[in-house]
Each structure stands twice: as C-alpha cells, then as structure tokens.
C-alpha cells in the first residue's frame, strides 16, 4: 500500500478518515452529512453538494458497522454504500467525499500482504471495510493517508481515487 500526504483526495475520490485532527476543519465547516441523509440522495441527488463544497463529509457509519451483524454490514456497505460511491462519482467527479469515523486508528487493520483494510468492531470482529466500499479489484488502488505529527508519521485514514 502506497503513503499519500497531498491533499487530493479532498477534491476527488472517496476515503475512510479517522484522524480528529485532518477531520477538524471538515467538521468545523458545518456540512457534515449523516450517513442515512447522504443514502437518501440516491432517490432525489441534490442538485449541488451541502454547502457547494469541495469535500463531502459523511459522518456515522461506524455505528452502522458496530450494531448490525457482520454479515450485514458487508451487506450493507456492499450493497447501499458502494453504489452511492459510484454514484457520487458520477455526479460530483470533481468532489471528495469523505467518511469520518468518530473511532481510532487501533479500530482498522491492514492485512498482512497490504490489500485490504478491516474495521474491527466493538465485539471483536472484523468488517471487510475496503472490499466491500471499493470493490476487491480496488484493492492495488487504496492508499494509505498520512500526515506529519511531530516528527513521525501518522496514519489519518485510507483513499481510493475512483472505483468501476
């Protein structure tokens, strides 16, 4: 998995971001969109993204992943967030869409060899974050986002320029 420390993936493509510091100033901006109000768009898309902004935050997932069991939240992510990912592409290319998590870097996993990111759950188990948002053939294609934090490197989330 490549590092990312450019800023792109706020104006294109559709990343996880866990980091409180890079989700500051999208949060602060006052256009955060839960995820059931983000879902609802796919029967009436608006006609500009809340706020006209350049990044679309999402906020609550997580405790979708976190109540639902394990094989509905794959479902969940696979069959309702996919699609809305790939319909946001469709409308807004030139937009990022963002999905904060309110949860610790200590709650995703990378698998060994690196091609795939887990959500680990209050319960332990794990949630195939990246293959089911992006697809199993995305997996080359997610990037690992990173910033300075005092002289090391920190770990803010995970990206994926587009998805088919």
């Not at 420390?5 to 949060?27: C, E, H, K, M, N």
């Not at 794959?74 to 999905?99: C, S, T, Y």
Request: charged fraction near 25%; glycine fraction near 10%; hydrophobic fraction near 40%.
């Amino acid at each position: 998995m490549r590092d990312m420390s450019s800023s792109a993936w706020l104006r294109r493509g559709s990343s996880i971001v866990f980091d409180r510091y890079t989700l500051g100033p999208l949060i602060s901006s006052g256009d955060l969109v839960s995820v059931r109000e983000a879902l609802g768009w796919m029967t009436s898309w608006p006609a500009e993204p809340p706020g006209r902004r350049q990044t679309v935050l999402v906020g609550g997932i997580e405790t979708y992943l976190d109540v639902l069991e394990s094989s509905e939240a794959h479902e969940f992510l696979k069959n309702r967030v996919k699609p809305f990912i790939q319909e946001f592409q469709a409308r807004w290319d030139q937009r990022g869409l963002v999905f904060g998590f309110g949860t610790q870097e200590s709650s995703f996993e990378v698998t060994a060899s690196e091609e795939e990111v887990l959500f680990i759950r209050r319960d332990g188990e794990r949630v195939r974050l990246s293959f089911s948002l992006w697809d199993g053939s995305a997996t080359m294609n997610v990037a690992r986002l990173i910033r300075d934090g005092q002289g090391k490197t920190v770990t803010v989330g995970y990206y994926v320029a587009r998805i088919s």
